[in-house]
């Protein structure tokens, strides 16, 4: 089925009119729709725009978000900062974070913020990808809800916890890992339910910690994702200790909690988050030349790697999605119809007019 | 069968005595020493005593490790360093590599140090671990040679590249997160071959990529290992864009070249490693004693999840090897019988009496 495209400009620019609406500032609002366009645009769709009506607007305007927060900052040393994000939009929050540790990391060659209080920040990348212009290593990553079945317990105990490291490359895409700490991230059981499949054994747990392949099992059910790893026999340990270190960065570190101990309005479930941001000046070590020279020849390498029958390359974390973003630019995003649907609808009820 | 049991204590002078009759300094041998002998105290077999004889002492012997280095730094910013290591003992140069790390720390709240030139360092947990008494978070990760599979790929394409990350706590045990990016790490699939037993599936790949559960495809066979996740269903991709991660901040940050470009001499695959290590100061945040209170709180809320029958706690990353460090201390180190004739042996090349 041909889906409909739109241009990314014009998608950015109905996104902010829609948070503009909802009294967000202009400049909060263009900096949260850049964030959410730029995960259509990289093919993340999971936090693009399809989750615009029915996810953030709905937040702001049930009053979960604060959009005029009072985002303060406190340092105790030159590289580093803990953010209190005051409950505002996480896309403002996060953007705020990860340029002062960008800025911080102009001086000294590092910076590393903890933020408490924010919301849901869509896409780690997009703030690990903020770095890369400026020539820096970045980092990011959140905290988010607990849904996560530590191994040997039958109770929710810790979040997907994403992170994001992006390292700029020369002539090549540069490297961008974004990924859950769980085996899959709650998005593809959803789907999994909305099209009848089983589950692979080793995504989720029922309400008991038993492995389920029923997708009803794991959210309603009660029940929840697994660690990285997914068995102990496949290193399910290893997951939990990242899920883990992600909500020491994020939670503890910056002086907030960690989601096991969070008391959750009713109807908020999943909407505080924290998070941590990091920057690393290249230069803080070697030529910013040399280091892009030497990132293309290891990502050469790897695509010069003999291939098993029938895989085209071996792709680095965030080619595809470059690849995704240099077509999109040109061609425009695909947009199911749903979304643009359901973009349609919020257009309507809050006035803004979808003529994308 | 009881095992033997020897002091800690005196196993570390064994061993220093065993390094300083090989030329080390008595300085650089109680450094190896301790990190080695660190490893079997907290059960971590795989990096102690065990590998002294037929790895650290025969590598030296052959000259694969340069045990007077000229260890050279340079830096570009205060909170980052580059160390060349100059081919010097992986225990030694990662030791002044953390200790450089922990410097910056305490001047600017975060230092980054980048290793080239090194060799096998053991344990990353020890490095990371340096940075408790300093009151910070510590970080350490090794590239490693290329014995890991690429998802897609018929050839090795990067290391079982550990990371290791450890945070303070109050009364709990500290938080040691020290893992092999790859699924499990290459000592598992020695331990199978010795006891004829197949290999799960999930864990490695023989010479053409494809999945196997025989041993012997693995070292000897041309196979490898499997990155974390083990299969693109379970996440393998995660887990190598992680080892890559880790080749990126150890051999491109470092401005060596990552272990698919290195050129191997006979005999030495493996030797050469490359190492990243960071300290963040847990005062540049927020003060020490509230950070390990909520620490503590965040551990005994995962001892107190309810439990899958038969499962007696819920153990966070390091807890285990913390006890069976406390348990060695006063109880002595179990030695293997192969292992204490390794020792007996080689003390006896080398004129070191094994009196323990």
Redesign the interface.
């Known amino acids: 089925m041909e889906q409909e495209r739109v241009d990314s400009g014009q998608l950015i620019g109905f996104t902010t009119r829609i948070l503009e609406k909802l009294g967000v500032t202009p400049q909060d609002a263009a900096i949260a729709a850049d964030a959410i366009v730029s995960a259509d645009l990289r093919g993340v769709e999971s936090h693009g725009v399809a989750h615009l009506a029915q996810f953030y607007v709905q937040r702001i305007q049930k009053g979960f978000i604060n959009i005029h927060p009072n985002i303060t900052i406190s340092?105790?040393?030159?590289?580093?900062?803990?953010i209190d994000g005051d409950n505002g939009i996480g896309f403002v929050v996060g953007h705020r974070a990860m340029s002062e540790a960008i800025e911080r990391a102009g001086k000294?060659?590092?910076g590393?913020v903890?933020v408490r209080n924010s919301t849901h920040f869509g896409a780690s990348a997009y703030y690990a990808m903020m770095a890369l212009p400026h020539d820096m290593?970045g980092l990011a990553m959140s905290s988010t809800g607990p849904i996560v079945f530590?191994?040997?317990?039958?109770?929710r105990?810790v979040g997907t916890n994403p992170i994001s490291?992006a390292?700029p490359a020369g002539v090549e895409s540069a490297?961008v890992?974004d990924?859950a700490t769980s085996?899959?991230a709650g998005g593809k059981v959803s789907e999994a339910m909305r099209k009848g499949l089983p589950l692979?054994a080793?995504?989720a747990v029922d309400n008991?910690?038993?492995i389920t392949t029923d997708p009803r099992a794991v959210f309603a059910g009660g029940g929840g994702l697994l660690p990285?790893?997914?068995t102990p026999?496949?290193?399910v340990?290893?997951?939990?200790?990242?899920a883990?270190?992600v909500?020491?960065l994020c939670?503890?570190?910056?002086?907030s909690?960690?989601g096991?101990?969070q008391t959750v309005e009713p109807g908020a479930a999943g909407n505080k988050c924290d998070h941590f941001f990091g920057a690393?000046?290249?230069?803080?070590?070697?030529p910013v030349d040399?280091?892009k020279a030497?990132?293309d020849?290891?990502i050469q390498?790897?695509h010069a790697?003999?291939?098993?029958e029938g895989?085209a390359?071996?792709?680095?974390?965030g080619e595809m999605e470059a690849a995704t973003e240099r077509a999109r630019r040109t061609e425009g995003i695909p947009l199911h119809e749903k979304v643009s649907a359901s973009l349609r609808e919020i257009g309507q009820q809050l006035g803004v007019p979808y003529d994308l």
């Open positions: 340092s105790q040393a030159p590289a580093t900062a803990i000294v060659g590092v590393l903890a290593i530590p191994p040997g317990s039958k109770a105990g490291l390292v490297f890992l990924m085996v899959v692979p080793g995504w008991q910690g038993g990285l790893g997914g026999e496949l290193g340990y290893k997951g939990f200790a990242l883990v270190a909500e020491i939670n503890i570190l910056s002086g909690v960690a096991l101990l690393i000046r290249i230069d803080g070590f070697l040399t280091f030497k990132m020849e290891l390498a790897y790697l003999p291939k098993v895989v390359n071996i792709f680095l974390a």
